[in-house]
């Protein structure tokens, strides 16, 4: 049962049990004080047990808690049994926990969920909760709580909070530009920034500064103005207007294999380069992952890292 729970969140039960105060102890391990909260949460629902009694603005130590702490010196042997004591009713076999996870729609629904079967069958407890949407969206979730990390696209998004973040390079895909076979004026042949650029484009802001970063890696220059005739967040729709021949649009390349390989859209590749885009792992920097969290990072660390 003991290596069920991480022994950091016994750490932190100690210091606190020592200062009984959370902002002390928050300054211990140069940490915010609600992270230690939730540590201390998270160390509660994990045993099955309350720990602290929480007056007003102080805290004072459960009879449960002042159990667990006159046996946290004692041999770890007689700590596990403490513990398992805590938790009977709980499966000592698997971990368990529930991890909430944002990341882009098409990359959540197509690759996380997938993987999350076969992580799950490891480990049956574990549970995921998963929001879904574009960065500036699910860096909301993120300020207000409601995940506790995310794969997102890289980019300008987090310039005002990135002293806050803890940012990594995660998975990697390739982006590129394309159109339908039918839309009049396109050609897979085009090379010139002229020729591609008075295309109708469609684009993720109205200011096409995603297809800008296509154009400025491919010619070193992005064109001075461009009226995109459909804006969406939601690269699902923009792939429906390319099937519709409303537009050109930049596209990671394994949303539209089938269509390429089929010859239904043309891919323009006015250079053959390959233009990639890395998907980040965001987290706060003074986050306390749970070990449900480490598995499921540790998994996803595990994967390939060019998305195909």
């Given at each position: ?104 729609s098409e990359f959540g629904s197509r690759f996380v969920i ?117 804006v969406s967040e939601n690269v699902r729709a923009l792939i ?69």
């Amino acid at each position: 049962m003991l290596n069920q729970i991480d022994l950091n969140l016994l750490v932190i039960f100690e210091k606190i049990a020592g200062t009984l105060s959370v902002k002390q102890t928050a300054a211990v391990f140069n940490v915010t004080p609600s992270a230690i909260s939730q540590a201390m949460a998270k160390l509660e629902n994990a045993i099955g047990t309350q720990l602290f009694i929480r007056e007003h603005k102080k805290i004072i130590l459960s009879p449960a808690g002042i159990d667990l702490l006159s046996r946290i010196n004692q041999p770890l042997a007689h700590l596990q049994n403490q513990i398992e004591d805590f938790s009977k009713e709980r499966n000592s076999k698997s971990y368990s926990g529930t991890i909430a996870i944002g990341c882009p729609s098409e990359f959540g629904s197509r690759f996380v969920i997938k993987w999350f079967s076969k992580f799950q069958k490891k480990y049956p407890d574990i549970k995921i909760k998963m929001r879904l949407g574009s960065p500036n969206t699910l860096l909301a979730y993120l300020a207000k709580g409601e995940v506790d990390f995310l794969i997102a696209d890289d980019g300008p998004y987090y310039k005002e909070v990135a002293k806050k973040l803890s940012i990594k390079e995660l998975f990697y895909e390739e982006l590129i530009v394309c159109a339908s076979q039918k839309m009049e004026g396109v050609s897979s042949r085009m090379k010139s920034f002229e020729a591609i650029s008075t295309l109708p484009h469609l684009d993720y802001a109205m200011d096409c500064s995603a297809i800008g970063i296509w154009y400025k890696y491919h010619f070193n220059k992005a064109p001075k103005k461009l009226n995109p005739v459909l804006v969406s967040e939601n690269v699902r729709a923009l792939i429906l207007g390319i099937q519709n021949g409303v537009g050109i649009a930049m596209i990671p390349k394994y949303l539209v294999k089938k269509q390429l390989e089929s010859g239904e859209f043309i891919q323009i590749s006015p250079t053959a380069n390959k233009l990639m885009n890395a998907l980040l792992l965001i987290q706060h920097n003074d986050k306390i992952p749970t070990t449900a969290e480490k598995l499921f990072l540790d998994m996803l660390e595990g994967k390939q890292k060019v998305i195909e």
